[in-house]
């Protein structure tokens, strides 16, 4: 090339002085810095790649090489893409092994314009070369990093699964021992099993809640919900752990919340769970946990306190990072995933708050969850009559000053409420109810109380026996909060405490609604539920028993609304529902909404229903307030006049709790005593069938059957047998020859029949 010649001319110049020419390129002060900072020794570099590029140049020079094709550069570029070169970077180190050929020119007494135009073209023309290489190369590192990332993800989110699968069977069979074994020894190594099992599971859904955050999987689902119910009964769980360490748990849930909010209820309780579970793992024996709540200004506010070892300044942050926990003095700890706080942090923030820590090392530590929430007006909350007390004298009985932050708390309520209390010193003074510390207590003033049958509440920091055969003594324990702390006076002074929250303007009038509502569901139990529920509200409706009636009685008829079972025979939920969304589109007509019924809660069903076009999402088993939720967003409010009060009647059913599923279900006993009626006919089918399925070894039958059992089992709270069903429901699915079909109908049956004897 006749532009290089001058170069040619002069290579065996150049060529002697390579050693100098390359030294000048590694200790320019910049490249060397480069070279530093990716850990790359300037005698290394000269040897395994500048002595090459020079080589290479200068057969280019003399023709034996062609331009822009270095694999010397390749292999660099190759080695520094693992060391996170930065184009700039690479800019530099060209650019300056340009300049010392140019230096070397001038000292050597050959330059001139020539030279200098074929030095610059020739490092031009390779430049474009190496920088399209470069981009190739990075390019071909960001795709492998996203595949290795979504490989990790779907490893993840598979391998939780997986072990969920079998674990859930574990702790299933493991509760139903624990229920028939009445040897101690047994007992305790059962309960071992459990707590073990507890924990992995727990050890898993992080690992689950992390990936589907990461993978952006993750969706928020506000729904309608109680926030006082909701954090008592979280406390609750957590009272065991606590009495383990001897720490007294308190609270204040502000009785000025609203009592019906919209949020996702169920991730606000993982936190508020991680929090305690953290505060008692760091909290010292003998120590306390205060937990409050509070709403302003359209946001909720909960936050857990403890007395512990506190956190470092510089953990503060790190804390809420992916796999780290507190690494300071006492802090470190070597048990958990260390994703708890993250996925916490990452929860709030899809929630669209935050959390706020407040801690200092050797005091103690208070998380915050902060997150806006929209109320309901229209519910007004009576969480505690403190009508039914008016007239009545408190006496608190005077306790050690030590243990005061006890009763900081109950003293809040006490002063919401407006209760006559009064402090006293001596049993005799008088009273109408008697409060005591326990903890604080005298041997011979609490004989005095017993002997005297002075009308008393028992603050204890644990329960226990030790008052259950005195009828004038209610004990009292921690964490206490409006429903615990009213349900105890009741007690003691005999009064009726159910309490309901009322819409506000009386009660000679209920809510309803306008409007036709299509129901695809193949399980009769089911359908006369969600028939009694439709009725209850005004609701006119269509019955279908698979997905092929319900496309048809769509096609025919015009709906407001759609119940869509997820799993029926003939065609399922997802086509059916496929078909009305292609047939809307099709003929341009207004969406009608379909809302998923499943009893597939567990494995990201509600994600899935999403997808498949759903509008909104009901597992089983169906809970009244998520049910009216959906009515509420869907469709037109009407008042309805009052139903007539059913009388109770003797239950046909001497095994089964009706007060607890009047409450759940919020239907009257005589509609209860009937679906209990459609339930026992088709288990003592279902039951048939599964064993003949069993027996036949068809796994997508016993599947189909098993998971009928699971969604009806579960509507009427019977725990177990929806489990069970779900077991081998599971175990079916997975085609698992190993697993013991007949056994587990054994168990099953024996379950259902210990109901219904």
Not at 42 to 63: H, K, L, R, T
Not at 549 to 554: D, G, H, P, Y
Request: charged fraction near 25%.
């Amino acid at each position: 090339m006749s532009i290089l010649k001058p170069l040619n001319n002069a290579k065996s110049t150049l060529l002697s002085a390579k050693q100098s020419i390359l030294q000048e390129w590694v200790n320019d002060e910049s490249c060397a810095e480069i070279l530093q900072r990716h850990e790359i020794e300037p005698e290394v570099f000269i040897s395994q790649y500048a002595d090459n590029v020079f080589d290479y140049f200068m057969g280019v020079v003399s023709g034996i090489t062609v331009l822009g094709e270095c694999p010397v550069i390749a292999e660099l570029i190759e080695y520094l893409k693992h060391k996170e070169l930065r184009a700039d970077e690479l800019f530099i180190l060209c650019t300056h092994f340009k300049h010392s050929m140019l230096n070397a020119t001038y000292r050597l007494g050959i330059n001139d314009q020539s030279i200098f135009v074929a030095v610059s073209y020739l490092f031009n023309q390779n430049f474009s070369s190496v920088l399209k290489l470069y981009t190739d190369t990075i390019y071909q590192k960001e795709q492998e990093a996203i595949n290795a990332s979504k490989a990790k993800e779907y490893f993840l989110s598979n391998m939780s699964h997986e072990i969920r699968t079998p674990l859930n069977a574990i702790l299933g069979f493991v509760s139903l021992l624990r229920d028939e074994t009445t040897n101690p020894r047994y007992q305790q190594y059962l309960d071992i099993i459990s707590n073990s099992g507890e924990n992995l599971l727990h050890i898993i859904n992080d690992i689950l809640d992390f990936s589907k955050l990461r993978s952006g999987e993750f969706t928020v689902d506000p729904q309608p919900f109680n926030i006082h119910d909701e954090i008592s009964h979280t406390m609750e769980l957590f009272v065991p752990g606590a009495n383990s360490k001897n720490i007294t748990l308190t609270s204040f849930i502000d009785p000025s919340i609203p009592y019906e909010i919209v949020a996702d209820a169920l991730r606000i309780k993982q936190i508020v769970g991680n929090f305690l579970s953290n505060a008692i793992k760091f909290s010292h024996h003998g120590g306390a946990i205060h937990v409050e709540a509070r709403f302003d200004n359209g946001f909720l506010f909960l936050s857990v306190r403890d007395e512990g070892v506190g956190i470092a300044q510089p953990d503060q942050e790190r804390i809420f990072d992916a796999f780290s926990q507190a690494q300071e003095g006492n802090l470190k700890i070597h048990e958990g995933t260390g994703l708890g706080l993250s996925i916490c942090k990452q929860l709030a923030v899809h929630m669209g708050g935050v959390i706020e820590l407040e801690s200092t090392l050797g005091e103690g530590s208070m998380f915050t969850l902060k997150i806006p929430v929209v109320v309901n007006d229209e519910c007004a909350s009576i969480k505690f009559d403190a009508t039914m007390f008016e007239g009545i004298r408190f006496g608190l009985l005077a306790y050690n000053p030590a243990e005061s932050y006890k009763l900081e708390s109950l003293r809040r309520y006490w002063e919401y409420f407006g209760l006559d209390i009064h402090t006293i010193h001596d049993v005799e003074e008088p009273c109408d109810l008697l409060i005591f510390l326990e903890s604080s207590m005298n041997e011979s003033v609490r004989k005095t109380i017993i002997e005297r049958q002075i009308p008393s509440i028992a603050i204890l920091d644990f329960l226990d026996e030790r008052y259950d055969a005195i009828c004038t003594i209610v004990p009292l324990t921690f964490p206490i909060y409006c429903t615990k702390l009213q349900s105890a006076l009741c007690d003691v002074l005999g009064a009726n405490a159910t309490q309901r929250a009322t819409p506000i303007g009386g009660n000679k009038s209920k809510g309803g609604f306008a409007g036709k509502v299509l129901v695809a569901e193949d399980n009769l139990a089911n359908q006369e539920l969600i028939k009694i529920i439709l009725e209850r509200y005004g609701l006119r409706y269509t019955i279908a028993s698979n997905g092929i009636e319900a496309v048809n009685a769509f096609l025919s008829d015009t709906f407001d609304m759609i119940f869509m079972d997820e799993q029926m025979p003939k065609m399922d939920g997802n086509e059916a529902t496929a078909s009305i969304l292609a047939y809307e589109k099709e003929r341009s007509r207004v969406h009608t909404p379909i809302i998923a019924l499943t009893a597939n809660v567990i494995k990201g069903a509600r994600e899935r229903a999403m997808q498949n076009g759903y509008d909104a999402f009901l597992g089983k088993p169906i809970m009244l307030k998520e049910i009216e939720s959906i009515f509420e967003r869907y469709l037109e409010p009407v008042v309805l006049s009052e139903m007539k009060i059913t009388q109770a009647i003797e239950s046909s059913w001497k095994n089964i709790d009706m007060s607890h599923l009047k409450s759940a279900l919020m239907l009257e006993e005589e509609q209860i005593e009937y679906l209990l009626g459609i339930y026992y006919q088709k288990m003592d089918h279902s039951l048939h069938d599964l064993l003949k399925a069993i027996h036949l070894q068809d796994f997508n039958a016993i599947r189909f059957i098993a998971h009928a059992i699971k969604g009806s089992s579960a509507n009427f709270r019977f725990d177990e047998l929806s489990r069970l069903a779900y077991v081998i429901e599971e175990s079916a699915a997975e085609e698992d020859c190993h697993f013991d079909f007949t056994e587990a109908y054994e168990v099953l049956a024996r379950e259902f029949r210990k109901r219904f004897e």
